[in-house]
Nanobody, 128 residues
Framework: QVQLVESGGGSVQAGGSLRLSCVASEYSFRNYALGWFRQAPGKEREGVAGIDRDGSTSYSHFVKGRFTISRDNAKNTLYLQMDSLKPEDTAMYYC??????????????????????WGRGTQVTVSS
C-alpha cells in the first residue's frame, strides 16, 4: 500500500485559508486516484474531495466552490486548497489512495481493492 503523510493543518479564523499537503512514498504515485477525507469529533469520517489519475476532480457538496484538490505527480504530492473556511470545517483531515474515482449522481467515492490506509492526519481548526 501507498504510505501517505499529511501536513499543513492549523488554526485559522472563519473566512481564512489553509493548504494541506499529502506526500506519498510510492514512486508510481501517478497511477493512483486520491482523496481527502475528514473526521470531526463524534462524527463519522466523510469524503471531502477526490482526484482521479487523469486529473479529473470531484467534490462533496459542502466544500464545492471553496476547496480545490490538485496533484503534482512529479513531487508525489496531493494538495487541498481550502478557502472561505467555516467553523464546521473543523476536523482531522486525511488523504487516501485508490484505483479510481466512482461517481453516482452528485456523490463521489474513492474505489480501492484494499482497505484504505490512513495516515496520522492533520488537524484543521476554524474559529468563529
Amino acid at each position: 500500500q501507498v504510505q501517505l503523510v499529511e501536513s499543513g493543518g492549523g488554526s485559522v479564523q472563519a473566512g481564512g485559508s489553509l493548504r494541506l499537503s499529502c506526500v506519498a512514498s510510492e514512486y508510481s504515485f501517478r497511477n493512483y486516484a486520491l482523496g481527502w477525507f475528514r473526521q470531526a469529533p463524534g462524527k463519522e469520517r466523510e469524503g471531502v474531495a477526490g482526484i482521479d489519475r487523469d486529473g479529473s476532480t470531484s467534490y462533496s457538496h459542502f466544500v464545492k466552490g471553496r476547496f480545490t484538490i490538485s496533484r503534482d505527480n512529479a513531487k508525489n504530492t496531493l494538495y487541498l486548497q481550502m478557502d472561505s473556511l467555516k467553523p464546521e470545517d473543523t476536523a482531522m483531515y486525511y488523504c487516501a489512495s485508490g484505483t479510481e474515482i466512482g461517481i453516482i449522481g452528485d456523490t463521489w467515492t474513492l474505489i480501492t481493492e484494499e482497505d484504505y490506509s490512513w495516515g496520522r492526519g492533520t488537524q484543521v481548526t476554524v474559529s468563529s
